[in-house]
């Protein structure tokens, strides 16, 4: 079992950042698999970013490419995603999400364990 806890959420202007943090209760290197998808009002839960063991290899939704960066420190047991050049429809509760495997998948119901989310709201 683990456990997520997902932090950095926040209110800001369309074209600003926010850099949210996704701190694991156990050591998850070589273990799991993270990624972090996000829900809006009335949405089904969408894939932003996906992080292999290591980190050699990252996996990013269509409408983030370019935009956001998931990273993460095995040795902090952190995963990270910067977001940058905010826009209005990126507001929704950003989750974070864990699976044993090693293969980043892009649905919801791949990942085994889940955070409580954070609320990332943008403005126009």
């Known amino acids: 079992q683990v456990q997520l806890e997902e932090s950095g959420g926040g209110l800001v202007q369309a074209g600003g950042s926010l850099s949210l943090f996704c701190v694991a209760s156990?050591?998850?290197?070589?273990?799991?698999?993270m990624g972090w998808f996000r829900q809006a009002p009335g949405k089904e839960r969408e894939f932003v970013a996906g992080?292999?063991?290591?980190?050699?290899?990252?996996y990013y939704a269509d409408f983030v490419k370019g935009r956001f960066t998931i990273s993460r420190d095995n040795a902090q047991n952190t995963v990270y995603l910067q977001m940058n050049s905010l826009r209005p429809e990126d507001t929704a509760v950003y989750h974070c999400?864990?699976?044993?495997?090693?293969?980043?998948?892009?649905?919801?119901?791949?990942?085994?364990?889940w955070g409580q989310g954070t609320q990332v709201t943008v403005s126009s």
């Open positions: 999400a864990a699976r044993r495997t090693n293969l980043v998948l892009t649905t919801a119901a791949s990942y085994g364990y």
């Open positions: 992080i292999d063991w290591n980190g050699g290899r990252t």
């Open positions: 156990k050591r998850t290197s070589s273990t799991y698999v």
